[in-house]
């Protein structure tokens, strides 16, 4: 009597494709400079820090864990389910209890994020964007050159577990990003349809060619060291030919 009506664990709100409703609460600071050395010499740099502390977690979730697991725990016991696929073929025998224990696993997990950063946000991100144009009597006039770099600092990805609980202050951390951009472009003026501006850019994206995975989930394998369960790809070393025609 206490599933009766209860959805599908795997097809809620943040099991599956889903994503549950948090709350968090974010302090920023940010401090922004831009210099110019000469007339032709543009530099900006930018440097903040974003606190995001989870406050509250599983907030659609937690209703239904009240309703419909926390009351029968007690009277579940370890039987055995008899599972099958579309594919036919008998999946491992999994009990009642196994069941129950997952489910109190993953609340665990994300119950130990509450008081602490929010997993898989960057604490610390930083911008330097330069560019310098040549002088209009130069033999390089309408040249201009630049650069990006991006700095983000290496975010939480997971928690270790102690005794089998997870450890909020024992935080497993990925991986820091440093990503460099430099460009080259040339500009003119000209009579084509009624006059205006035109310019050709060729740009190197990802110049040292960082990667190409990062973690961004990770559980405790055991020994207190991180196993990643899931890693993003970041785009290899790329080159880019853009032009623009201003009228």
Do not use: C
């Not at 809620?12 to 400079?33: F, I, K, P, Q």
């Not at 994300?110 to 209009?136: C, K």
């Not at 740009?203 to 989930?217: A, F, H, M, Q, S």
């Amino acid at each position: 009597s206490y599933i009766v009506g209860s959805p599908i664990w795997e097809d809620y709100a943040g099991n599956g494709l889903w994503s549950d409703v948090v709350n968090e609460s974010t302090d920023g600071y940010e401090l922004e400079m831009t210099i110019n050395p000469t007339d032709n010499w543009r530099i900006m740099m930018n440097v903040s820090k974003n606190d995001a502390l989870l406050s509250e977690t599983f907030i659609l979730t937690t209703p239904w864990y009240d309703q419909f697991v926390a009351p029968a725990k007690a009277d579940w016991q370890a039987g055995t389910l008899d599972l099958e696929n579309e594919f036919l073929y008998e999946l491992p025998d999994v009990s009642i209890a196994d069941t129950i224990r997952e489910i109190d696993r993953k609340f665990a997990f994300h119950r130990a994020e509450v008081g602490g950063q929010t997993i898989r946000t960057n604490t610390w991100l930083m911008n330097l964007v330069t560019s310098y144009s040549f002088d209009r009597d130069s033999a390089l006039k309408g040249f201009r050159i630049g650069g990006t770099l991006r700095y983000r600092d290496a975010p939480v990805v997971g928690f270790q577990e102690v005794d089998g609980e997870f450890r909020a202050d024992l935080p497993f951390l990925g991986q820091s990003v440093f990503n460099t951009d430099i460009f080259v472009s040339y500009g003119a003026k000209s009579e084509f349809l009624g006059g205006g501006n035109w310019d050709l850019t060729f740009r190197i994206r990802n110049l040292t060619d960082e990667g190409p995975y990062y973690p961004n989930t990770a559980v405790d394998n055991g020994f207190g060291d991180p196993f990643y369960l899931q890693y993003i790809h970041m785009t290899p070393r790329s080159y880019e030919l853009s032009g623009r025609y201003r009228f």
